[in-house]
């Protein structure tokens, strides 16, 4: 895995001194040219700590939107559309998103070329789920509030914000990038009108274990006054 991260972080580096945080994400997917090898986090299937996570809360009865952060290859966003939320999955790379219409030709997923940080205005207050695994963390440090900010924005009333990231304690070392996040960090969702309904830190079964945080967040449901 250190080996497949050596392009990312290279091209991060290139891209981060010349002040764009997020253009590497498509020079690595052209980069990979349709092989899935390349990118260290295409496993080409659902992320187990997000299946865990949907297999313990129950289809949605009617239905329900989901926005998808930074989709990657399609995977998290295909289980979501599998169990009945209609889906709206975005990536900043225009590689990427065109990977997933390719993989998924009859999905009904709609993919989108999107900007986290820059989160199209009719998305804001839309989705009952918004969706975000391991993209905050590739962010540097000044702009996680900023991208905390525009996906709690996305949540509807009564809506549900999951988070999921590489964790770390203040005194330890951020190392490399990923750059695991404080629980500090995301404790900036709940001034953005979230609160955190469960915060969960464990290890994974990766050899050596890596520290991951689960965190749920929820929207109050909107109150409106009885009528007289």
Not at 30 to 55: C, R, S, T, Y
Not at 108 to 135: H, N, S
Not at 170 to 182: F, G, K, S, V
Request: proline share 7%; glycine share 4%.
């Amino acid at each position: 895995m250190d080996d497949r991260r050596e392009l990312p972080r290279k091209l991060a580096h290139e891209h981060l001194a010349r002040g764009d945080a997020t253009g590497w994400f498509e020079a690595l997917y052209a980069e990979a040219d349709g092989k899935e090898q390349v990118v260290p986090w295409a496993d080409m299937q659902i992320n187990p700590h997000f299946a865990a996570w949907l297999a313990a809360h129950p289809r949605p009865e009617a239905a329900k939107r989901a926005l998808v952060i930074g989709c990657g290859l399609g995977d998290d966003a295909e289980a979501l559309a599998a169990v009945g939320f209609q889906v709206v999955a975005f990536d900043v790379s225009p590689t990427a998103v065109a990977w997933c219409r390719d993989r998924f030709p009859a999905s009904t997923v709609q993919y989108a070329v999107a900007d986290l940080l820059k989160l199209p205005e009719d998305w804001i207050g839309r989705f009952e789920l918004v969706l975000e695994i391991y993209t905050v963390q590739v962010l540097p440090v000044e702009l996680r509030r900023q991208a905390f900010e525009r996906m709690a924005q996305a949540v509807a009333a009564d809506g549900t914000l999951l988070v999921i990231a590489r964790g770390r304690d203040a005194t330890d070392e951020p190392c490399n990038m990923p750059w695991p996040l404080l629980h500090d960090e995301l404790k900036f969702i709940e001034t953005c009108g979230l609160r955190e309904v469960s915060f969960e830190d464990f290890l994974d079964q990766e050899c050596p274990p890596v520290r991951r945080f689960r965190a749920e967040y929820r929207r109050p449901a909107t109150i409106t006054s009885a009528k007289s």
